[in-house]
């Protein structure tokens, strides 16, 4: 058990771990809690040009992976603190760099002009493939899918509360 999952646990004030459902339940809590947390420090240190806390949030990454590690029983010979890493890493610097994440070709001897045809390198998805050890590629992959999707919703509940905040 992870000393995150340790101090959550106990701020909860959960007395009684011992029935393994309750236990789960209470490791799901958890990663869910520090997901919220998390997805607001991703969005800033991507989008936001904040770098100053990446080692704090590559810390908070690392806790959240190796809870996955655990409950999907990756292979022994995996570290999780790697993949979170490579993910993390790659995650922040994910743009494609053949079009710069435009996702289209140039037209020929006008490299600002777009023309219609999908970038070769990216398949028009803007971001560039994931290059990791053949046995970490998968697990990487699964990790920037993640990190994706916890910046997604950050990004939509921050959009939620400005619209909050300019109602009257
Ligand atoms: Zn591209």
């Known amino acids: 058990m992870s000393s995150v999952i340790q101090k959550y646990t106990r701020a909860l004030g959960a007395s009684n771990l011992r029935d393994d459902a309750q236990h789960h339940q209470t490791e799901v809590l958890a990663a869910a809690a520090l997901c919220r947390d998390l997805g607001t420090k991703l969005f800033r240190v991507k989008y936001a040009g904040d770098a100053s806390s990446y080692s704090a949030l590559l810390d908070a990454w690392r806790e959240i992976v ?21 993910s993390l890493d790659h995650w922040l610097n994910d743009v494609c760099p053949a079009c710069t994440g435009r996702g289209y070709e140039a037209v020929r001897g006008q ?6 045809v999908a970038c070769r390198a990216c398949a028009g998805g803007g971001t560039r493939a994931v290059q990791a050890q053949h046995k970490l590629q998968h697990l990487v992959e699964d990790m920037v899918e993640a990190l994706n999707a916890m910046s997604a919703h950050a990004a939509g509940q921050t959009m939620k509360r400005l619209a909050k905040e300019v109602e009257f």
């Open 111 to 116: 490299p600002t002009v777009l023309s219609d």
């Open 66 to 86: 190796k809870t996955k590690a655990a409950h999907r029983t990756w292979p022994a010979d995996v570290s999780p603190a790697k993949v979170a890493r490579l």
